[in-house]
């Protein structure tokens, strides 16, 4: 055990704490002898600073909308694929793939090929609709980074929620019937209790991965236009790597593990209270 | 009558409904296969093109250019990283799961906390690390890395697998006086091979798809598939064939290993807590 432990520890709590270490100070890699301390002024500018909000802010808006539809998507897909349909395994295999394309690829196919405005696919079938030439990248990116999120995250919610509902009775369910329940109250009496920690894993788990989106910002808006799809890794990204301030993205970095904990904590308590209400009822 | 034949009419509707849904997510992946088939033109047309003869044109075009370092390099971290934590995994795993030491849930708690740190939280450090070691540009950095953010999951897998093993097999085992690396090499390894298959599985996934490191640590020598992609984004012109071509190809080994595994796949994306 212990060669493990010793290297997950060196790789992930010195580095951190190094982090925490260079968030008191002021230093750009390209200006030699910038190291300084600078006390609580990397925080300060967090608090003061438009871009922190604003990423923070986008983070919260893009992990809630992405995980609570694909949510709703998978569990529906889910059901769809539990009841009895033609060629259920070859429709279960087709409909992982978009978790299973590269991030990057499935973001640049979106953007070049379906949502281009002259040459995509979509603006086309939607000609008739009257949305020929709509940019949907740049007039909706937020839109258009949760879709393609969403897109992603469905199989995989779809996957967790199946075996969920492949772990229950179908006798259960005949008997319900029987007793005269119809389709809508055996779903929420029976089914849901049944899946409900099977949905709370999945929005869980997606959600301290959906956090972390940075592939597709990357790939179809850059964070922009402006600063509109800006979320913390992003923002971390053009701090570290554009700007070169060390103290600076070290500061985010720290607000970054403490957003991830209460984003985990928030999800998982939301989550447990909806279903528990719902279960009194 | 109609008892006889609503089964079956239901069956249909539903199989036509759950196909429509499936074809929408489907779709993008097929378009992106359709897409590296046509010739530039085809691909840039306006309105798309969708019928067409299909070409192989732009993958050869892809393959023989400088597409292949890029794909080498995500092999060799993926299956370089893949292989250190199954080395350093499963003797953790199976302290963890056979030989109890005391505070085994802090520890495990402590391993699966670390995946889920933020990699702000320690990206800084080991950009400086990394610059300092000359490893900028290098696959052993991305090799480090990623055997760091996949062996907290490997060893959570890894133990959910060990667990199902019954005790009274290591304890046969024992009084026949098999040695601890014995032990591991000829029973535990047979014994979890569907759990190895996982954890390679998911290993393999979050590490040949990874970017944020890839595109940050690496420029030329290091760099890796998706970072091929990146030369698409802008400057190239409409290159819509050979992005997809090369999309295709960046994609195919994770698909193909997730669809040939899809039973480990669930097992694996969540821990070992869903079988």
New interface residues.
Partial sequence: ?????I??FL??????V??IY?SFFSWNLLKEGSFRFAGLDNYTRLVTNESIRTAVLNTVVLTISVIAISVVLGL??AM??N?????KGF????????????????A???K???LNP????LP?LLTPLGLSRVDWVNRFPMATVVAVEV?RW???MM??IL??LQSQNPEVLEASRVDGANAFQAFRRITLPLVRP?IE?GAL?GS?FV??T??SI??LT?GGPGEDTTN??FL??LV??QGYS?GQ??A???V??II?IVV?TFALRTLFSIFQVEARR | MRTADSPLRSKVLWSVVGWLVVFVFFFPVLWMWLEGLKTEPQAASSPPTILFLPTLAEYQEVLSGDFPPFFINSAIASLVSTLLVLVLGLPAAYALAIRPVGKTRDVLFFFISTRFLPFAASLVPLYLLARDLQLLDNILALILIYTTINLPLGVWLLRSFLLEIPNDLFEAARVDGAQFRHEILRIVVPLIAPGLAATSLICLIFSWNEFFYAVNFTSSVAATAPIFLVSFISGRGLFYAKLAAAATLASLPVLLAGWIAQKQLIRGLTMGAVK
Avoid: N
């Fill in positions: 055990m212990l060669p493990a432990f290297y997950v790789l992930t709590q010195i580095p951190f190094l982090t260079y529906a897909v769809l694929l009841s009895e349909v033609f060629g429709m279960r295999t087709l409909m992982i793939a978009p978790f299973l394309i590269m991030p990057t690829a499935g640049l196919i979106w070049d090929t379906l002259l040459f995509g696919l086309y897109w469905t199989p995989f996957l967790i075996a969920g099977f894993l788990l301290l956090v972390q940075y592939d990357f790939m850059y913390i890794p971390l990204y570290a790597f060390i993205a070290s985010i970095g720290v970054a593990v991830t985990a």
